[in-house]
T-cell receptor
């Protein structure tokens, strides 16, 4: 069965600094991996997804993530944080066993300091 | 117009009351989901439906029931609400195309408070 662990429930960075949000997964078959973002009082929206093509995936708003099979990781990065990046970020895994059910991590709240 | 809508957006109710949360989508997706979000726990799957005749329990289905009235409509019911069902509830849709799972599209959420 698949599972997702997000390291750090809260991450704080200064504006202009590197953003690194960590995600490790467990899956019995090649996984599909997603990062979603949730802004206050809104639903989740997709940042990027990995579906077994390129291991480095580029998403919206300058975010990217790298799939590392040997480390079972899919960390999210952005070179330079902006105040508007303050939100909660969720990593999710889905696998093709019994219909692609998706499991979400507990989330990481990103704070950006001026 | 939003692709996935939820009604109501906010609801306060009392213990023991029956509550229905409704979800409609215009994306034409077969798959629909209900999640609840609690601080520090992320999203937990309550029920999911892969088509109108296929409904499945998620990890936390106790105390909830669902109805898939049409491809576009998926309702969640709390038969007898209790305070620990106070949470933010999300409906979502997705599709599988070419054997690849697509992203999930989320509604804006329903904030439910059970007193």
């Amino acid at each position: 069965a698949q599972s997702v662990t997000q390291l750090g429930s809260h991450v704080s960075v200064s504006e202009g600094a590197l953003v690194l949000l960590r995600c490790n997964y467990s899956s019995s078959v090649p996984p599909y991996l997603f990062w979603y973002v949730q802004y206050p009082n809104q639903g989740l929206q997709l940042l990027l997804k990995y579906t077994s093509a390129a291991t480095l995936v580029k998403g919206i708003n300058g975010f990217e993530a790298e799939f590392k099979k040997s480390e079972t990781s899919f960390h999210l990065t952005k070179p330079s944080a902006h105040m508007s990046d303050a939100a909660e970020y969720f990593c999710a895994v889905s696998e093709d066993t019994g219909g692609f059910k998706t499991i979400f991590g507990a989330g990481t709240r990103l704070f950006v300091k001026a | 117009d939003a692709d996935v809508t939820q009604t109501p957006r906010n609801r306060i109710t009392k213990t023991g009351k029956r509550i229905m949360l409704e979800c409609s989508q215009t994306k034409g997706h077969d798959r629909m989901y209900w999640y609840r979000q609690d601080p520090g726990l992320g999203l937990r799957l309550i029920y999911y439906s892969f088509d109108v005749k296929d409904i499945n329990k998620g990890e936390i289905s106790d105390g909830y029931s669902v109805s898939r009235q049409a491809q576009a409509k998926f309702s969640l019911s709390l038969e007898s609400a209790i305070p620990n069902q106070t949470a933010l509830y999300f409906c979502a849709t997705s599709e599988v195309a070419g054997g690849i799972i697509g992203e999930q599209f989320f509604g804006p959420g329903t904030r439910l408070t059970v007193l």
